[in-house]
Structure formats: C-alpha cells, structure tokens
C-alpha cells in the first residue's frame, strides 16, 4: 500500500522556521515527483514546490527565496524547509508523489504562523 505521511507542522510566530517531513513508503521513491501544496480554509489547494527524481526544483513565486524542497533516496523522504514565514503561509500543506500515471497524497500537516 502506497502511504506519504506528512510531519513537522505546528504553531510559529512570523519570521520563524518549519521543516517539514514526508515519509513514503510503497512506491520506488527514486523515480518519483515528489510535490508539496497547501491549502488554507476555505480556499483552493495550490501548488508550493516540486523535486523530480533527478533533483531539478521548482517554486510558486510566493515562496521562492523561503522555502526549499529537498529529498533523500536512501530515507525515501522529501523535505521542506520553511524559512521566514508570514501569516499567509498559515494551511495545511500536503505532500504528493507522483509515479507514472498515478499520483498520491498524504493526509497533510497542519502550520499556523501567528502575527
């Protein structure tokens, strides 16, 4: 069975620091699309960050500078590092792995930065 577990979130003032963890087990991690996306209340999910297998990174234009996704192929885990985090970066962020035609999700980790 395919299972993303997402770790790390909680409760940071703004100008603080989160690392995220997701830990997959099921797929072959090394030739994955590992993404992270959040989603606040009441808004529509939207994408964060992604890392192909071989490493090449991308960010939404409201993150980069801040945020750095990562991965580890001998842990089957990918990360991202939240730096300087503003009150808007408040949701619950989940992770996705995408393999070929499928594409999976993790049940999310909630961070809230507070003001």
């Known amino acids: 069975q395919v299972q993303l577990v997402e770790s790390g979130g909680g409760l940071v003032q703004a100008g603080g620091s989160l690392r995220l963890s997701c830990a997959t087990s099921g797929i072959i991690f090394r030739i994955s699309t590992m993404g992270w996306y959040r989603q606040a209340p009441g808004k529509q999910r939207e994408w964060v960050a992604d890392?192909?297998?071989?490493?090449?990174?991308n960010y939404a234009d409201s993150v980069k500078g801040r945020f750095t996704i990562s991965r580890d192929n001998v842990k089957n885990t990918v990360y991202l590092q939240m730096n300087t985090l503003k009150p808007e970066d408040t949701a619950v962020y989940y992770c996705?792995?995408?393999?070929?035609?499928?594409?999976?999700w993790g049940q999310g980790t909630q961070v809230t930065v507070s003001s």
């Open positions: 996705k792995a995408t393999v070929a035609i499928y594409q999976y």
């Open positions: 890392i192909t297998s071989g490493g090449s990174t």
